[in-house]
T-cell receptor, first 111, second 114 residues
Framework: GQQVMQIPQYQHVQEGEDFTTYCNSS?????IQWYKQRPGGHPVFLIQ?????EVKKQKRLTFQFGEAKKNSSLHITATQTTDVGTYFC???????????FGKGTKLTVNP | EAGVAQSPRYKIIEKRQSVAFWCNPI?????LYWYQQILGQGPKLLIQ????????DSQLPKDRFSAERLKGVDSTLKIQPAKLEDSAVYLC????????????FGAGTRLSVL
């Protein structure tokens, strides 16, 4: 079945440093979505990528979808303490609406 | 616009007891999802409804879990009987129909089975 792997599982950075999390699928994805879950909170939608090679930016966040539509990345420039949380990617395959999530990358930021 | 409502927020039960969770999706959202999120893991889809019909329940442990969405609006998820490994956060999400639509999550119900 479809599997989505995320690395790293944990990342601890100093405030101001950059951060990147990677998402890899065993199969070609139709689209990929990124969510952020604050400690004790619920997943909140960040972005959706659909096209091969797509790059989208949200202020300090840059999202990429691989050319083969099997991988994606989220890069945060100059992290802030408000970036703390777990970042999940979720992908759909074929015509299915089913979103398969990775295990997430937990980001902690030292002020 | 009101978000996805879930209740209760927390529940503590003993193993072999029954428990039910309730979810009211965002108005107008045809698709409703129940996820199980075990500590340190990503959400795992248990069941997906399109209006009042089941689209995907392949990962629902049907010997103990059941869910319904009778009128195509709110939904309940039941566990009977509960096991220790059911301890998790149960998240409900909703979206407009269509596979490119964003999922909006509720705050979840944190279940502890003792």
């Amino acid at each position: 079945g479809q599997q989505v792997m995320q690395i790293p599982q944990y990342q601890h950075v100093q405030e101001g440093e950059d951060f990147t999390t990677y998402c890899n699928s065993s199969t070609t994805l139709s689209n990929i979505q990124w969510y952020k879950q604050r400690p004790g909170g619920h997943p909140v939608f960040l972005i959706q990528l659909v096209k091969s090679g797509e790059v989208k930016k949200q202020k300090r966040l840059t999202f990429q979808f691989g050319e083969a539509k099997k991988n994606s990345s989220l890069h945060i420039t100059a992290t802030q303490t408000t970036d703390v949380g777990t970042y999940f990617c979720g992908g759909t395959q074929g015509g299915s609406e089913k979103l398969v999530f990775g295990k997430g990358t937990k980001l902690t930021v030292n002020p | 616009e009101a978000g996805v409502a879930q209740s209760p927020r927390y529940k503590i039960i003993e193993k072999r007891q029954s428990v039910a969770f309730w979810c009211n999706p965002i108005s107008g959202h045809a698709t409703l999802y129940w996820y199980q999120q075990i500590l340190g893991q990503g959400p795992k889809l248990l069941i997906q409804f399109q209006n009042n019909g089941v689209v995907d329940d392949s990962q629902l442990p049907k010997d103990r879990f059941s869910a319904e969405r009778l009128k195509g609006v709110d939904s309940t998820l039941k566990i009977q009987p509960a096991k220790l490994e059911d301890s998790a956060v149960y998240l409900c999400a909703s979206s407009k129909s269509g596979r490119l639509n964003i999922q909006y999550f509720g705050a979840g119900t944190r279940l502890s089975v003792l």
